[in-house]
Structure formats: C-alpha cells, structure tokens
C-alpha cells in the first residue's frame, strides 16, 4: 500500500496527493473498526496489559486478523505511526485464543500472549533476544526460566518463519566501530534521549487520547487526516513509518531528505538542514498522536525509533559541522535509537539488545549501554511509569507488578464476613455481655432500622466500659464510632489492601448503598493472599504441571 502511495504521489507536483492519503486511510480504518469490527478491535499495547490484569488475559478473536487490515490501511496510506504494536497486538491474540481454546490457566494464557508478542517484534527485526526481553520487560514484568524457555522458542520460530516468508531485512545498519574521543558525545547524546523520551510520552499521551472528540468518528478522522497531510506535505519525511528515509540516513544519503520537500534547494546550506532534522526530531510523535488520535491504527514504537535515529543523526551532524572531531553518524543514529526507545518503554535491555541484533554484533554495545541507561533514568525521574502504564495506572487504577495481580485474581465476595451481630444506638451497653458470651466477633456494627450503618464499637472499647460504675447510664450511643473507612462491594482487592494499610486496623465494614453486607479482615485476605501466592508459584513452572 505505501509503494502504491508513492507511486502515485510521484507523478503530481510536490506530491500534493500527500494531502489527502492519509484522511482516506485513516477513514478507511474508522470505517472496518465501526461497520465490520462493531468496535470491538482493542488498539494499543495498553490493551493488551489491562486484558492480562482485568480480564484473565482473555481477547477477542477479531483481535488477530483486525490490525493487519486496519494498520496497513492507516500506514499504507500515510498515516505516521509503527506497525510495531498492531503486530505485537495481533501475535498477543493468536496466543490467547490458543489458551482459550486448550482452557489453561490465566498465567498460562500470560505466557501464551507473550510469546506471540515476542515472536511478533522478533519476526520483524530478526532479532529474537530483543522478541523475548521486549516481553519480560513490558507485559510479564518479572523473568523466570520457565517463563523464559516458551518465550525464546516462540521468538525463534517467529524469525524463522519470517525468513521463509521474506528474506529481505526491515533496514540494515552499517556500523563501525567506537572510539574513546566519541564518549562524551554519547553522554550528550544520552542526555538529550532522556529528555525527548518525556516529550514523547507526553505528546503521544495527550495526542493519542482523541483529537476533536466532540465531532463524530468520521469527522474527526477527515479533520485530522487532513491536518497530518497539510504536515507531510512540510515535512514528507514523516509519512509512514519513516523506515525509508531511516535506511537512507543510515546509508549516509542525507540528499534524500531533500527529494520530496518543496524548499530541498534549501537544506544544501548545513545550518538550516541542521534545523530540518531537530524539526523532524519533534514533528513524528505530533505526526504520530495525530494520526492515532483522530481514528488510524497503529503504534509508537517505530516513530520512537524514527526520532532516535534523527535525535542522533542531529548530535553527529551538528558536531561534524565544527570541526572538531568526526563522528560516525551511522553509530550515533543506532544509539540514538536505543536511548529513544529505553526512555519511551523503560526497557533499556529491550533497546540495547535490538540495535546490537540489527547491527549483526556487539561493537555498540558500551555506547548503547550508557546512551540506554542515561535515558532510562531521566525519563524514570520524570515518571515512575511508561507510556503505556502511565494511563492504565491514572485512568483505569491498574497497576504493574505481581503484587498487583495476585491480589486483585482474589475476590471481595470470598472473603466477606457475613455473621455479625448488630445492635443500634439505643442498646444499653449491660446487655454487651450477653452478646459476648455468644460470639467471638471483635466489631459490632451498630444499625438504625433501615439496615444503614451508623456506626461500630470495637471490643477494646467494650472491655473499658464493662465494669464502669455507670454501666446501667450508658448506652452503645457513648462508645460508637465511626469506622475509619468503609469498603463498597465493587471495590478491588489492592484498593482494600490500600485501605488497611492506611488506617492501620484489621476489619472494615463492607457496604451496598450504605446498608451493611459484612466485614473483611485483613487476616483472611493474607490468608487468601498466601494461598495465592502458591497457587501462582506452581503455575509459573509450566514444567511442573506435565
């Protein structure tokens, strides 16, 4: 589809036709997801985790065969985002209806869905470590070695097949060598990764969240399809998934950037095609949002790379104006991938280990650890999350992590006590010790007719009380107190663990619209916790089960 884009673009002056490619594309998208798909196709990689935290790591069908056709109608046809995540999307799919379709268990269904990510991301770039790190490091979130066997097959299999299927290479990197007199470039370099990291992943965040939505789906993939075309037709380097002018760059053909553009005349002078390549640098994630946001499908990680290899390219080509020193722009375009995409995903092996695979070796491997590390922790400081987990965590409350899940796999209604003894109000407190001889409960709930709850008393309270003086004056009224908090019975189980921690006490009442249903201990969820914990430790070794 972007060969025939090209080819039409090619026979109208400044590829005007690049104006209304991508509203066509993009509409196109908006249309197969609302008339065939019923929107029921889950777009992003952000899915695919609420899926495994929310949903028993269960997707839909239509999940495998929706973002080839969606995806290659958006990019094909211009739109400025990756095919990267439609992919992982697809192989996260494929892997869950198996364990759907053999009935295993949801962390089975887990391993399922990452190994088909991770053949996905290996298929593409040939490079199958970086298939299986890619998976640890943003779906599981945690290594194992039998974790790790299934994914390292299925990533192999996926390189495998896709040299059957093609032998070409997505691009090839021609590299050389490092040198010490380089290093303190890379630490620039490292430096400004980092900090285009969070502009990434706060103009994708903002952009990707929808543009003009309170026009309808199909005005607003016209409206920002036109606004991403008017923007290729300044800055044509951007359409697609920029891997063709990525390979160019890399091959050192700096004229190509001047071939589509209306002021090409331009870039010949060294300071304003400085200038070019930091627009570039900017311009592909807004092109990026741009085209998600309005309705296309497709992802960030390939114009994350796109930006590293500009951000890159900008270090090299800006010092090698100077003087100075010469600098390997293929070496600084590599790493400057790496650093993009370590600071984007928090996935700093992921990215050191997919340019050292592309690259065909290790001798960017000490540039790549450093640029990769640098970025990784200024984009931690700035957000304790990625890209992806930044909205599941602020809008869903979904949370990384294994805590996170096994908590949440218990449900509320298991561990609610239903036995209490209630009194109300006006119960003189020497009736108590009748009630006492006849329950072991630690918490009274104290009622009014209609069933809401008013109040508690703690049987700390009761002891102090019993044997006063006044006991025959006092009433359940003069030891009440308000809990400290009150769980809803569509509260999850970490918002409860949150809620115990807290306030620091071992019951809270559970409540329906006020009225009383029961209480939760925290010695019964630790309990539940515990057997959790087991139960997931033997699921984990999927050997153990045979």
């Known amino acids: ?30 249309s197969w997801q609302h008339i065939v798909n019923r929107d029921k196709m889950q777009k992003g990689i952000g899915n695919i985790l609420i899926n495994i935290k929310k949903n028993r790591s269960n997707i839909r069908f239509n999940n495998i065969y929706s973002h ?34 053999f009935k295993l268990t949801p962390y089975e269904k887990t391993v399922l869905i990452a190994s088909g990510a991770s053949a996905g991301i290996a298929a593409v770039f040939n490079s199958p470590i970086a298939g299986v790190l890619f998976s640890l490091e943003i779906l599981i979130g945690e290594i194992t070695i039998p974790t790790f066997i299934p994914l390292l097959i299925a990533s192999a299999t996926g390189v495998v097949v896709s040299k059957v ?19 303190p470039f890379y630490v620039v370099l490292g430096l400004l990764s980092g900090w285009v990291s969070v502009y990434i992943a706060n103009i994708a965040g903002k952009l990707e969240n929808g543009i003009f939505l309170k026009q309808n789906r199909y005005i607003r993939a016209i409206s920002g399809g036109l606004i991403l075309g008017l923007i290729l037709i300044v800055f044509p380097t951007l359409f697609g998934e920029g891997y063709h002018y990525l390979q160019a760059i890399l091959n050192g053909n700096l004229e190509a950037l001047k071939e589509e553009t209306f002021f090409g005349e331009w870039l010949s002078e060294p300071l304003l095609m400085l200038l070019f390549i930091a627009a570039l640098v900017l311009m592909k994630i807004v092109a990026a949002g741009i085209t998600i946001g309005s309705g296309g499908n497709g992802g960030t990680f390939a114009p994350t790379m796109f930006t590293g290899a500009f951000l890159g390219l900008f270090v090299a080509f800006g010092v090698n104006q100077t003087g100075l020193i010469h600098l390997s722009a293929s070496n600084f375009i590599a790493v400057g991938m790496a650093g993009a995409l370590s600071g984007v995903l928090h996935a700093p092996l992921t990215a050191i280990f ?16 450093i640029v990769s590390a640098m970025s990784y922790i200024i984009s931690r400081l700035t957000n304790p999350h990625n890209m992806y987990w930044h909205h599941l965590v602020h809008e869903n409350n979904i949370h990384p992590g294994q805590d996170y899940s096994m908590l949440n796999a218990i449900s509320l209604e298991n561990i ?62 003069d030891i009440m107190v308000s809990p400290p908090a009150t769980i809803l019975v569509t509260d999850n189980i970490s918002t409860v663990m949150e809620l115990f921690d807290k306030f620091d006490v071992w019951q809270l009442p559970v409540v329906e619209e006020n009225r009383l249903i029961g209480f939760v201990s925290k010695s019964a969820l630790l309990a539940k916790y515990r057997d959790i914990i087991v139960s997931q430790q033997h699921q984990t070794d999927l050997f153990a089960n045979n």
């Open 416 to 477: 609610i006590n239903r036995s209490f003894t209630a009194v109300t109000r006006y119960t003189p407190i020497s009736e108590l010790h009748q009630l006492l001889a006849n329950t072991n409960a630690n918490i009274f709930p104290i009622l009014d007719g209609s069933g809401a709850l008013e109040g508690v008393i703690w049987m700390d309270e009761i002891r102090k009380h019993i044997f006063s003086p006044n006991l025959e004056d006092e009433t359940v009224a």
């Open 165 to 183: 299927l093609y032998s070409g290479q997505l691009f090839h990197l021609v590299t050389e060598g490092w040198v010490i007199s380089a290093l």
């Open 68 to 101: 080839l056709v969606t995806s290659s109608l958006t990019v094909g046809f211009g739109g400025s985002s990756g095919l990267e995540a439609p992919i992982v999307c697809t192989g996260a799919a494929i892997g869950s209806r198996l364990g759907q379709l």
């Open 354 to 369: 997919l340019i050292a695979e592309i690259t065909g070796g290790y001798v960017l491997f000490i540039p790549l650890m």
């Open 1 to 30: 589809m972007e060969d025939l884009s090209r080819s039409i673009s090619s026979h109208l002056p400044y590829h005007i036709i690049y104006v209304f490619l991508p509203a066509f594309g993009i509409l196109l998208t908006v």
